[in-house]
């Protein structure tokens, strides 16, 4: 690793030049699954990113802004690179200038899921131009298949983008890939798949092999996770749709062998078994729809059963993650039945561990201790549950959008911090880790 990649540590600070040297030294590296981009010329990336960074800190009618950059080089142009692309371009009469006051007054006719602010970039040596040259929108088809809502969907362009998603939240990405961010002036970590690998997944295993209704593998990732992926996509969706209403919460996932009693008290409790009957009926729906020797007539109306099923699972996605907007934690178990909401931790639950640990990595062998008392009230609570018991994981969304889940591994509370919550969390292929070489490791 070169020495302008050194700035690792989630304690550290890093600037908009330390991004910038991170991003160039893992150009090379980087595997994309079509024709990797032309990348603009260092000067070029380091004044994009000062500017998004200015702009991200500044407010719209007292409103945080959120907002991606495009950026695309000035040859081979700009209407054949939209046309390759399958993108729609609202372009402007005149290039704009780039600066934090322009992506400010821009940002909110955009939603950043689905229209970027297009830059374009000119790399002459010496030379180096960059102009805003109008809004494309890619569509909604990758933001449904990221957030589970489709069993399909076509990669973002291949170009390098921008992505603020607040105050001081910058991160490069391309074509659906994350590359590098940062977060407050710290070093944004990548995002880590939890859901299928380490403390986390194993602490889903045994209602995942419950869901499968098979003894499978979970070593053999086509098969096992081809039969619990709609299980894991539920999941993703629930902490995705909390996380886009941003203003953060707590799910509480406990183990059916575990005495809720014993660590919250629930203000709401309930018993709410929809998600998993929804969930079975999906997988029955999927096996009909997908079932050989079908008639074309008979393969379609199984499909749009399927497709109504999906829509059941969405709207009770959508209840399940508003009611973490209700002050305190809501309460599952492992099925993903709710057992209540608004609940606090118990009064007899042990106090906050002094010391936790924050893992790099998803298997949670690489872990970092830190002091408890540097966190907020929700992450507090958490780490007192999962202390008490390791029937217990949380999942604890702030407000600026960061996920993170927090379970017990013998006596350490484990962090894992940057959850994914895209299509890694669920798909049925091996984890994109395999796929894309892990970036800078």
């Known amino acids: 690793m070169s020495n302008s990649e050194k700035p690792r540590n989630r304690n550290q600070w890093v600037h908009s030049p330390d991004i910038r040297n991170i991003l160039v030294n893992r150009w090379p590296s980087l595997r994309l699954l079509s024709d990797k981009p032309e990348l603009p010329a260092a000067p070029l990336l380091l004044e994009i990113l000062e500017c998004a960074h200015s702009a991200s800190l500044t407010r719209e009618e007292g409103r945080t802004i959120a907002f991606r950059l495009l950026l695309v080089p000035s040859l081979p142009g700009l209407a054949r690179?939209?046309?390759?692309h399958g993108m729609?371009?609202?372009g402007f009469d005149q290039p704009r200038d780039l600066?934090?006051?322009e992506l400010r007054r821009l940002a909110p006719a955009t939603d950043p899921s689905t229209t970027m602010i297009v830059i374009e970039f000119d790399n002459p040596p010496?030379?180096?131009r960059l102009s805003i040259r109008g809004l494309t929108s890619i569509g909604s088809e990758w933001r449904e298949f990221n957030a589970g809502r489709r069993l399909s969907g076509t990669l973002p362009p291949?170009?390098?983008?921008v992505s603020v998603s607040g105050p001081g939240s910058v991160r490069f990405e391309c074509a659906g890939l994350p590359i590098i961010g940062m977060e407050q002036g710290r070093l944004l970590s990548d995002a880590q798949n939890v859901l299928r690998q380490g403390p986390v997944s194993e602490f889903l295993l045994p209602a995942l092999m419950e869901y499968s209704g098979k003894n499978l593998n979970p070593s053999d990732w086509s098969e096992f996770y081809g039969a619990t992926s709609n299980y894991l996509r539920f999941l993703a969706w629930v902490l995705h749709l909390c996380r886009d209403q941003q203003h953060g919460g707590m799910f509480l996932l406990l183990r059916r062998s575990a005495d809720a009693?014993?660590?919250?008290?629930?203000k709401y409790p309930c018993r709410f078994e929809e998600p998993w009957r929804l969930l079975l009926k999906v997988e029955d729906c999927l096996r009909e729809a997908f079932a050989q020797g079908q008639q074309e007539a008979e393969s379609l109306k199984k499909r749009r059963q399927l497709d109504s099923a999906y829509r059941e699972a969405e709207d009770v996605a959508h209840l399940i993650a508003r009611l973490a907007s209700v002050d305190g934690c809501v309460v599952l178990n492992d099925r993903l039945d709710v057992l209540g909401f608004g609940a606090i931790v118990a009064p007899g639950t042990d106090a906050v561990p002094e010391e936790i640990f924050v893992c790099s990595e998803p298997t949670g062998e690489a872990a970092e201790g830190h002091k408890a008392d540097g966190y907020g009230t929700r992450h507090r609570s958490a780490f007192r549950v999962c202390a008490a018991t390791e029937d217990a994981l949380a999942f604890v969304l702030s407000q600026d959008g960061g996920v993170k889940a927090i379970t017990r591994r013998g006596s350490r509370v484990l962090v894992f911090e940057n959850v994914a919550l895209d299509g890694r969390a669920w798909s049925s292929s091996p984890p994109l880790e395999d796929i894309f070489r892990k970036q800078g490791g």
């Open 81 to 84: 690179i939209c046309s390759e």
């Open 88 to 90: 729609t371009l609202v």
């Open 99 to 101: 600066t934090a006051q």
């Open 126 to 128: 010496g030379a180096g």
């Open 158 to 161: 291949s170009l390098l983008m």
């Open 261 to 266: 009693r014993g660590l919250v008290t629930i």
